[in-house]
T-cell receptor, first 115, second 112 residues
Framework: GAGVSQTPSNKVTEKGKYVELRCDPI?????LYWYRQSLGQGPEFLIY????????DSGLPNDRFFAVRPEGSVSTLKIQRTERGDSAVYLC?????????????FGPGTRLTVL | AQSVSQHNHHVILSEAASLELGCNYS??????LFWYVQYPGQHLQLLLK??????LVKGIKGFEAEFIKSKFSFNLRKPSVQWSDTAEYFC??????????FGDGTTLTVKP
């Protein structure tokens, strides 16, 4: 079966531009997570969706970051007015229902480079 | 807030050597602990997880980890590493919503 997919795999943009990163979770998974991984560090939580709603967006660094999941499946992470410090690998994960014991399945990530 | 600390940033071993990677966590609630592996050029994949029961957990590829509640530790072990175990290893703890907090990872290099 298909795993979590993310597009694009690489994105190079200029400082100040707007970018969208897409995540396609495993079919039937209601929980979806976004993480950001900077060089030499572990993934850092950004936002968690349960269905269509953002259940926890406490990890979003500022209001330039926004994510949606309008139909409870595909999610898009949107970054406005990108800054060089936004350069990182953005990871998406999904799990069957969320919660303490669920296993998260990770996508390959989108490597964002802001010049 | 929960946190995870991995003591070793880079470990270099020869094939057949034994491996132990340290992981300590800080979290006040019921924990669910994970070890993930990321092979070169691949995405994160689950090695093993603990959420209750036997504190010695066995995972894929001969890996195991022991949950020691009194020490807030969840160390990863393998009796005899192979060159193909070269990868980056991440320890993580989940909260009640399944949100994961990761350590900064340990890069394992196994020399043939």
């Amino acid at each position: 079966g298909a795993g979590v997919s993310q597009t694009p795999s690489n994105k190079v943009t200029e400082k100040g531009k707007y970018v969208e990163l897409r995540c396609d979770p495993i079919s039937g998974h209601t929980a979806l997570y976004w993480y950001r991984q900077s060089l030499g560090q572990g993934p850092e939580f950004l936002i968690y969706f349960q269905g269509t709603g953002a259940a926890d967006d406490s990890g979003l660094p500022n209001d330039r970051f926004f994510a949606v999941r309008p139909e409870g499946s595909v999610s898009t992470l949107k970054i406005q007015r990108t800054e060089r410090g936004d350069s990182a690998v953005y990871l998406c994960a999904s799990s069957l229902s969320g919660g303490l014991t669920d296993t998260q399945y990770f996508g390959p990530g989108t490597r964002l480079t802001v010049l | 807030a929960q946190s995870v600390s991995q003591h070793n940033h880079h470990v270099i071993l020869s094939e057949a050597a034994s491996l132990e990677l340290g992981c300590n966590y800080s979290y006040g609630g019921t924990v669910n602990l994970f070890w993930y592996v990321q092979y070169p050029g691949q995405h994160l994949q689950l090695l093993l997880k603990y959420f209750s029961g036997d504190p010695l957990v066995k995972g894929i590829k001969g890996f195991e980890a022991e949950f020691i509640k009194s020490k807030f530790s969840f160390n990863l072990r393998k009796p005899s590493v192979q060159w193909s175990d070269t990868a980056e290893y991440f320890c993580a703890v989940n909260d009640q919503a399944g949100k994961s907090t990761f350590g900064d990872g340990t890069t394992l290099t196994v020399k043939p």
